[in-house]
């Protein structure tokens, strides 16, 4: 038997459930420290409202919400957007009975009589407009490498030619600047100065522009040290003579890699510096047993060339109540044909 019940405190969820139901979810960013973190800096973002629902005393799935209200109606997204690579409900994916109940009973039960619900960045192909009554308004592109060879070599002979060729040779031409090397993020005590060059070669990359990236630099220094001291953290340094010209930040969570942003010295960009450190990390993640490097969301050419998978991401628009779908169906309409969800939010 299902039961559902929502909080305004995502704090009083068990913290070992919640962990529990991240690791079947399978990303970081399903985690109650990330997300805890998040709410601790976007505050204005809206409220908490968190439903758990339970099969048996068991949980079976965690809806995290964040609250607000635009034109006098309660708009709903999934806690965590903006920073949050991935959203929606954490839990087993929904090819999962019970999941997939859990989710219909608990985005049912939502204690508000009427809302709009903006429900970004889902898994894509698990049916969450099908369980839920949403309405699928875009997918954007998440590349997977799927891990399915033992080793590097392996996996390179079954790749292109140029690739094949690339991933050698590479590695030797930046030696010929300087001894090449690569440098894992392990010391607490070293961390925020090595957040620091993270930052500096990721605004260098960008010429100097504050990207989403930078104007969230507090949220990702509090998270690393969290991710650090929980063995999650995969910062690498490629360094020349000694030098830091590359730095790659992501994730290791639940038997799989993320890579979420990289910086380059732009002294380098004639040199393939963010090909060869992104290259070292997946021969990491393969060597040390990971399931599968996901490259997140967005279809970059350089992405592509590493996946061999793309089950993709999903936005949503659910509406409860004759005000609300008229809102919603609106604020679609409004925007023609384009439904970017910066455009869509623009209406509420």
């Known amino acids: 038997m299902l039961q559902v019940s929502y909080t305004h405190s995502p704090e009083a969820v068990d913290a070992i459930e919640w962990r529990r139901l991240a690791e079947r979810a399978g990303h970081v960013f399903a985690t109650r420290e990330w997300l805890l973190t998040w709410w601790g800096h976007y ?3 809206g409220r908490p409202l968190v439903g758990l629902a339970r099969a048996h005393g068991e ?3 965690i809806v995290p919400l964040s ?4 034109h006098g109606m309660p708009v709903l997204r999934f806690a965590g957007h903006g920073p949050s690579d991935q959203l929606g409900p954490i839990c087993t994916p929904f090819n999962d009975p019970p999941a997939a109940a859990a989710v219909a009973a608990a985005v049912a039960a939502i204690p508000l009589p009427r809302f709009v619900l903006l429900a970004e960045h889902v898994a894509g192909g698990q049916g969450f407009g099908a369980l839920t009554g949403a309405r699928q308004l875009y997918r954007e592109s998440s590349p997977v490498l799927r891990f399915e060879h033992a080793t590097w070599e392996e996996l390179l002979q079954e790749r292109g030619r140029n690739f094949r060729q690339q991933a050698r040779r590479f590695p030797r031409k930046l030696g010929e600047l300087g001894t090449v090397s690569y440098r894992l993020a392990a010391d607490p005590d070293r961390l925020q ?3 620091d060059t993270l930052f500096r070669l990721h605004r260098d990359r960008w010429d100097g522009v504050e990207t989403p990236f930078l104007q969230a630099a507090a949220f ?4 690393a040290a969290q991710a650090l001291a929980r063995g999650w953290l995969r910062l690498w340094f490629l360094e020349i003579a000694g030098k830091p010209v590359g730095a790659l930040y992501g994730f290791r969570f639940a038997g799989t ?9 732009p002294a380098f ?3 393939p510096v963010g090909f060869v450190l992104l290259a070292h990390a997946v021969r990491e993640a393969l060597a040390e047993r990971m399931g599968e490097f996901r490259l997140l969301r967005g279809g970059a050419a350089y992405k592509v060339r590493f996946a061999n998978a793309d089950p993709g991401l999903e936005t949503y628009g659910l509406a409860r109540g004759a005000s609300a ?6 604020a679609l309409a409004a925007r023609g044909r384009s439904l970017g969800l910066r455009r869509i939010l623009d209406w509420f």
Not at 67 to 70: N, S, V, Y
Not at 220 to 223: D, G, K, N, P
């Open 43 to 45: 505050a204005k973002a």
């Open 59 to 61: 949980p079976v799935a």
């Open 67 to 70: 609250l607000w209200w635009r």
């Open 193 to 195: 100065r090595d957040m």
């Open 220 to 223: 990702h220094r509090e998270f």
């Open 257 to 265: 890699e993320s890579a979420y942003q990289a910086g380059r010295d």
């Open 269 to 271: 960009r004639d040199h």
């Open 325 to 330: 779908r008229a809102l919603l169906s609106a």
